[in-house]
């Protein structure tokens, strides 16, 4: 198994590819660079997965989707904001193409594979709803939750500080501290790492 990780967006957006033998999975592809087309180009990408509907992790959607002919996966409270994330983008003066609409609604329990990787689905409101995140043999691919030192905004229409916090301590702080944690931006990290020093965290 190898985990790649491609920088897309000016907003440095983390897109998280996952690949085994000759299957892939590619998870927040925030643009589709020539870098990330290369990578998976060969590959059967079976899934792209949305760990969340912002605009700066779902603008690479439609392309992927095109070019892969892959399923599109994620949560069903993700589905309105995925609607507008054209819209959304444009506020910010970013053009972001349109994402077809998911093939398959991922739940809280339910799993996706490639090759003989499975990641359960855990759901983790409070950056943004409908987030959720994929759960490995250690590691875990986080969205925007967790940051090294930090976690994700609230800000957003559908944050909550408190909201991202619960999850944060019911789903995450449980795993093992080797735990490794790609987050959307930014630097991976441990989950022993942020129970230790995380500002946010060393308190929960």
Request: aromatic share 4%; glycine share 10%.
């Amino acid at each position: 198994m190898e985990i790649l990780e491609f920088v897309t967006t000016p907003l440095m957006e983390n897109c998280i590819v996952v690949k085994d033998g000759d299957e892939a999975i590619v998870i927040d592809p925030g643009e589709a660079t020539q870098e990330l087309l290369d990578a998976i180009e060969g590959l059967t990408v079976k899934f792209v997965v949305n760990t969340h509907a912002h605009f700066d992790h779902v603008g690479g959607n439609a392309a992927i989707l095109e070019r892969t002919g892959a399923e599109l996966l994620c949560h069903r409270d993700c589905v309105e904001m995925l609607k507008e994330a054209t819209s959304s983008g444009e506020k910010y003066g970013k053009r972001v193409d349109e994402s077809p609409a998911p093939d398959r609604l991922l739940e809280e329990g339910d799993t996706v594979s490639v090759g003989s990787v499975t990641m359960k689905v855990v759901y983790v409101p409070g950056h943004a709803p409908g987030h959720i995140a994929l759960i490995g043999d250690g590691f875990a691919i986080v969205g925007d939750v967790l940051f090294a030192g930090s976690i994700g905004r609230t800000d957003f229409p559908g944050g909550s500080h408190q909201m991202l916090l619960d999850s944060i301590k019911s789903k995450l702080l449980p795993l093992p501290d080797e735990t490794v944690v790609f987050c959307g931006h930014g630097p991976s990290t441990t989950i022993g790492m942020e129970r230790r020093s995380n500002p946010f965290l060393v308190s929960l």
